[in-house]
C-alpha cells in the first residue's frame, strides 16, 4: 500500500521555527516528484516546496524562498521541511504528495501532475 505520513506539525510563535517530516512506504522513492504543499483557512491548496527525482533538485515557491528548506534521505524513505522565521501567513494545513508531471521539470510544481498519493496532512499554527 502506498502511504505518505506527515509529521511534526504544532503551534509555534512568530520568528520559530518547525520541521515537518513525510514518511514514505510502498513506492519506490526515487521515482516520483515529492512535494511539500499547504491549504490555509478559506484558502487553496498551494506548492511550498518540491524536489524533482528527474533533475535530482529541488523548487521552492516564493513563499518558501529564503525560509524554508525541502530535504530528503532516501535511506529512511523520508522528507522533510525544515521552516524558519515562521510567520501568521504561514499558518496552514500541510501536505506532502508524490506524484509525476507530464512534462517533468526543475519547478515541479508546473505543469499537469497524475498519480498522486497525498498524506493526511499536518497542521501548523504560527502564532503572533
Known amino acids: 500500500e502506498v502511504q505518505l505520513v506527515e509529521s511534526g506539525g504544532g503551534l509555534v510563535q512568530a520568528g520559530g521555527s518547525l520541521r515537518l517530516s513525510c514518511a514514505a512506504s510502498?513506492?519506490?522513492?526515487?521515482?516520483?516528484?515529492i512535494g511539500w504543499f499547504r491549504q490555509a483557512p478559506g484558502k487553496e491548496r498551494e506548492g511550498v516546496s518540491c524536489?524533482?527525482?528527474?533533475?535530482?533538485?529541488?523548487y521552492d515557491a516564493d513563499s518558501a524562498k529564503g525560509r524554508f528548506t525541502i530535504s530528503s534521505d532516501n535511506a529512511k524513505n523520508t522528507v522533510y521541511l525544515q521552516m524558519n522565521r515562521l510567520k501568521p501567513e504561514d499558518t496552514a494545513v500541510y501536505y506532502c504528495?508524490?506524484?509525476?508531471?507530464?512534462?517533468?521539470?526543475?519547478?515541479?510544481?508546473?505543469?499537469?501532475?497524475?498519480?498522486?498519493?497525498w498524506g493526511q496532512g499536518t497542521l501548523v499554527t504560527v502564532s503572533s
Open positions: 504528495a508524490r506524484f509525476r508531471t507530464v512534462v517533468p521539470g526543475r519547478n515541479c510544481f508546473q505543469g499537469y501532475r497524475y498519480d498522486e498519493v
Open positions: 510502498g513506492f519506490t522513492f526515487d521515482d516520483y516528484d
Open positions: 524536489i524533482s527525482s528527474s533533475y535530482g533538485s529541488t
